[in-house]
């Protein structure tokens, strides 16, 4: 590779792309993908400061970048997935107690 490219360019293009293939979520999945592969914080795209002067870690990113495109779960490409943890359960009257003195509901 002769010119280094910036990593806002890379985002972008990768975006388009995403978005002709139909992907709702392009500019996210974008965003996830650029940010783990080149591990830099997603903020960092969009500062302009880095350049991907690699051919090994822009193949990496094409490749995932034509995974999601063919609708594999970004969960796949990147190996994990992050949720939020919100406590969504019922809790019945006689376990209440044990649970409040445990201290799980604090």
Do not use: C
Not at 43 to 69: M, P
Not at 84 to 104: A, D, E, G
């Amino acid at each position: 590779m002769n010119e280094s490219l910036s990593v806002l360019e890379i985002f972008k293009k990768s975006s388009e792309f995403l978005l002709k293939k139909g992907v709702n979520s392009h500019k996210s999945d974008a965003e996830w993908i650029v940010s783990t592969f080149l591990n830099i914080n997603k903020l960092d795209i969009y500062l302009g400061q880095h350049f991907i002067e690699n051919n090994s870690s822009l193949d990496h990113i094409r490749s995932a970048i034509v995974r999601r495109g063919k609708r594999e779960p970004l969960q796949h490409i990147l190996g994990s997935v992050d949720f939020i943890i919100v406590r969504l359960f019922q809790i019945t009257v006689p376990l209440f107690p044990v649970l409040k003195q445990n201290s799980w509901l604090n």
